[in-house]
């Protein structure tokens, strides 16, 4: 879904002016949109005066403020204490859309991955198109008018394959709908010219995780998640995500685990996702999984049992675990990670099941057993959402000509 969307250029040092403070503006971002002035220009590498001219430009251009208040202060180890630099109040804003089976949130994010607020409305079962994409557009109408501040994009988070191209959902099946037109929905509910970019919700919680969560760092990330129920995954490689030939890759709650299993709403048998999602581990528990409204919290419930020691919850998570292991043994064998970040119920299904969820992997992988992969827990709460944001927000990271403060002001 989201091919064109790579890391913000970092990594390479230099005096191209015009590139300092594009690279110093990513650094800000990535460091949660405050830094002090001598950590941003030890990490630009290209010389104090250099680093001067680009701070200069972005504070001009009012993206970024120094706060130089004594008490603002930040000591950076020997030498002159350092000002602080932070994301200014007058930059450009994300706003963010999050769709799941039973929540909708809307929410204003700066740079620096900082969510401002948030709204959220409960969303029906089997909800209906037309009148969900009426209430996001009346949420994005409100926060953006609310926001007092340029808004660089709208990014939306679906619950389905996007493709690239065109911002079109393939199949949301979890919400019992087929193909939507997910990005002319969107624009059809605004009422200014703001540009609107649509993503697969596993991958945009996997670039945020990478940028800003437990992912940071890692050249190939394997992130696999589930959001209430279903699975999803992501491979976010050099800093991209990794789309496929149209933006549909990383189905990986539909790599098969069972050749005969129970039929899957996407048409297959026995998926990853029927054996290893939250729906699965309720019946793993003996306990109903439906309705799948309020499902995440009655899955909670489960798992806090088994903190307790519970032992049928405690099989449900052993079993499920066992499950998931060898379906990342699997992945492992074909992507070669070098971390592996697990979300939603699936990170407390680490929590819980670590030494199950490993034991598979090691025996099931021969790569794994030359190089074990760190399995980390997420570390955002609403990762997609913030991958969302990051979607809106690349053309100010990037300095792209299709964003800029005039055009973002009028
Ligand atoms: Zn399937």
Redesign the pocket.
Same mark, same amino acid.
């Given at each position: 879904m989201t091919p064109s969307v790579s890391s913000p250029r970092v990594g390479t040092n230099g005096d191209d002016s015009a590139n300092n403070s594009t690279r110093m503006l990513a650094l800000l971002h990535l460091s949660g949109g405050s830094a002090t002035r001598a950590e941003l220009t030890a990490q630009l590498g290209c010389g104090r005066s250099a680093a001067g001219y680009a701070l200069t430009e972005l504070v001009g251009r009012g993206l970024v403020r120094i706060d130089d208040r004594p008490g603002a202060r930040s000591g950076t180890g020997p030498g002159r204490p350092s000002h602080l630099v932070e994301v200014a109040p007058s930059s450009p804003v994300a706003l963010s859309v999050h769709l799941r089976v039973d929540t909708l949130d809307v929410a204003v994010v700066e740079l620096g991955g900082r969510v401002l607020r948030v709204e959220r409305e409960p969303v029906e079962a089997r909800p209906d198109v037309a009148s969900i994409f009426l209430r996001i557009g009346r949420l994005l109408r409100m926060l953006g008018r609310e926001a007092g501040r340029p808004v660089a994009g709208v990014g939306v988070s679906m619950p389905s394959p996007v493709r690239s191209e065109d911002g079109y959902a393939l199949q949301p099946r979890h919400l019992e709908w087929t193909g939507v037109p997910a990005r002319d929905l969107v624009r059809e509910g605004l009422d200014a010219a703001w540009p609107v970019h649509v993503g697969n919700d596993a991958n945009l919680a996997a670039l945020a995780e990478h940028r800003h969560g437990a992912g940071q760092g890692a050249r190939q990330l394997l992130y696999v998640t589930t959001e209430h129920i279903g699975i999803g995954g992501a491979l976010v490689t050099e800093g991209s995500v990794f789309g496929g030939a149209r933006g549909y890759a990383m #189905?990986v @709650?539909?790599t098969s685990a069972d050749p005969d299993g129970p039929r !899957? *709403? !996407? @048409? *297959?048998?026995g !998926? &990853? #996702? &029927?054996v290893a999602d939250t729906r699965a581990l309720m019946r793993a528990a003996y306990l109903p999984d439906t309705p799948v409204t309020g499902i995440g919290y009655r899955a909670r419930v489960l798992m806090e049992a088994a903190e307790r020691g519970d032992p049928t919850a405690l099989a449900a998570v052993d079993e499920v675990a066992t499950r998931l292991g060898v379906g990342l043994a699997g992945l492992v064998n074909l992507l070669d990670p070098d971390r592996i970040v697990l979300g939603g119920l699936l990170a407390k299904l680490l929590a819980l099941g670590r030494t199950r969820i490993t034991t598979e992997l090691r025996e099931r992988s021969f790569l794994e057993r030359a190089v074990p992969v760190p399995v980390e827990v997420a570390a955002l709460d609403s990762g997609a959402l913030l991958g969302a944001a990051e979607l809106a927000l690349e053309p100010v990271l990037q300095a792209r000509g299709e964003w800029s403060e005039a055009s973002a002001a009028s």
């Open positions: #189905e @709650g539909h !899957c *709403s !996407c @048409g *297959s048998r !998926c &990853l #996702e &029927l």
